[in-house]
């Protein structure tokens, strides 16, 4: 069983930055695909940005060009270091890792872009 827990939620003021960890316990394997997921109150659940086990990354376009996604498979964390905030970034977000049938997410920390 793999449990992840993120950090780093905060109030910003637009055009802040934040940066999210989350880190994995449990049987972790370099080869999970990490990924961030946002949830804006009365909005679905959507991927903002995602990391293989070698290193590729994709992005939301929201995200593109602001956010940048890391992995240290020697922690079992994942970075989500997020520059430029807007307030419409404001939203819970979430880690998930993996691999395969495995499927793992984070309890979610509270980002809050406003002035």
């Known amino acids: 069983q793999v449990q992840l827990v993120e950090s780093g939620g905060d109030l910003v003021q637009p055009g802040g930055s934040l940066r999210l960890s989350c880190t994995a316990s449990?049987?972790?394997?370099?080869?999970?695909?990490m990924e961030w997921h946002r949830q804006a109150l009365g909005k679905q659940r959507e991927l903002v940005a995602g990391?293989?086990?070698?290193?590729?990354?994709n992005y939301a376009p929201s995200a593109e060009d602001r956010f940048t996604i890391s992995r240290d498979n020697a922690k079992n964390t994942v970075y989500l270091q997020m520059n430029s905030l807007k307030p419409e970034d404001t939203a819970v977000y979430y880690c998930?890792?993996?691999?395969?049938?495995?499927?793992?997410w984070g309890q979610g920390t509270q980002v809050t872009v406003s002035s």
């Open positions: 998930r890792f993996r691999w395969g049938f495995r499927d793992y």
């Open positions: 990391i293989t086990d070698n290193g590729r990354t």
């Open positions: 449990g049987m972790v394997s370099r080869f999970y695909a």
